[in-house]
């Protein structure tokens, strides 16, 4: 079993920025891909960004040149930086690698 433990969440103003991190034991990270999911209050959960093992990236058109996910396979991580948040980005945010998937992390952008 593979704990992947997403960390970073929190509130913020609109236009704000925050940035999450997914760490998992072992060595996950580097054979497979990683996607960051959210879901919203009443709402189906949605693939926001996703990396490959090889570097490439996708972005939700909801999100794009405002998120940016990135890894680091050494330390078995994965971030996901958010700008320029908006009231619509409130969610609880998922980290997901193969069938694993952590607990999430809430992201409240509120003022």
């Known amino acids: 079993q593979v704990q992947l433990v997403e960390s970073g969440g929190g509130l913020v103003q609109p236009g704000g920025s925050l940035r999450l991190s997914c760490a998992a034991a072992?060595?996950?990270?580097?054979?497979?891909?990683v996607a960051w999911h959210r879901q919203a209050p009443g709402k189906q959960r949605e693939l926001v960004a996703r990396?490959?093992?090889?570097?490439?990236?996708h972005y939700a058109d909801s999100v794009k040149g405002r998120f940016t996910i990135s890894r680091d396979n050494a330390k078995n991580t994965v971030y996901l930086q958010m700008n320029s948040l908006k009231p619509e980005d409130t969610a609880v945010y998922y980290c997901?690698?193969?069938?694993?998937w952590g607990k999430g992390t809430l992201v409240t952008v509120s003022s």
């Open positions: 990396i490959t093992s090889g570097g490439n990236t």
């Open positions: 997901n690698a193969a069938q694993f």
């Open positions: 072992g060595s996950i990270f580097s054979i497979n891909a």
